[in-house]
């Protein structure tokens, strides 16, 4: 039997503690889809594109992954996709609210599917793609939180906003 579960979210940018959730996902699943949510009411920094390719560059190490982006619900990319597992990274008890509500709400949604909340490594659990865009436009070293491809990304990409 193959065990494929979803791991959904806006990676934007792509932190340490993505990829540490997506490394602790492979060692339970056959295959990790990671799915970059292309929604329109979210203010990102990067494209649904950028995202994509940030992601793959970051993750081209790590067997049992897939990346690709989706639109709409996730519980109908999941169906599409003949998958019933989503994974949730939870960071602080901050998240667990939210995360709650959203795997409540997606199981009412789709009685079928389930959300698995893993942590990420102590190391990480502060991390967020909010804090990272922040402290590098405020000029931080953020190399320590994000891979050097990302983090010229960043870099880039608030050069040309300004």
């Known amino acids: 039997m193959n065990r494929t579960a979803i791991y959904p979210g806006s990676f934007d940018p792509v ?31 990067f494209s649904k594109d950028e995202r994509l390719e940030m992601l793959k560059e970051a993750t081209k190490d790590i067997k049992g992954i897939r ?23 939870l960071r602080v008890i901050s998240d667990f609210d939210y995360e709650l509500q959203m795997a409540l709400t997606n199981r009412r949604l789709n ?8 942590m990420p490594s102590e ?9 990272i865009k922040e402290a590098s436009s405020l000029g931080a ?10 983090e010229d990304k960043i870099k880039e990409k608030l050069k040309n906003l300004k």
Do not use: C, M, W
Request: proline share 1%; glycine share 4%.
């Open 15 to 45: 932190t340490y503690g993505h990829i540490d959730i997506i490394k602790r996902a492979t060692n339970i699943f056959d295959q990790v889809i990671v799915a970059v949510a292309d929604n329109y009411l979210k203010k990102n920094l």
């Open 141 to 150: 070293d953020v190399s320590s939180f994000v891979p050097k491809s990302v």
């Open 111 to 118: 009685e079928k599917i389930e959300t698995l909340f893993l």
């Open 123 to 131: 190391g990480y659990s502060f991390l967020s793609s909010t804090l």
């Open 67 to 89: 990346v690709e982006a989706f639109q709409g619900l996730v519980i109908d990319f999941a169906k599409k996709n003949n998958v019933n597992v989503l994974i949730r990274g």
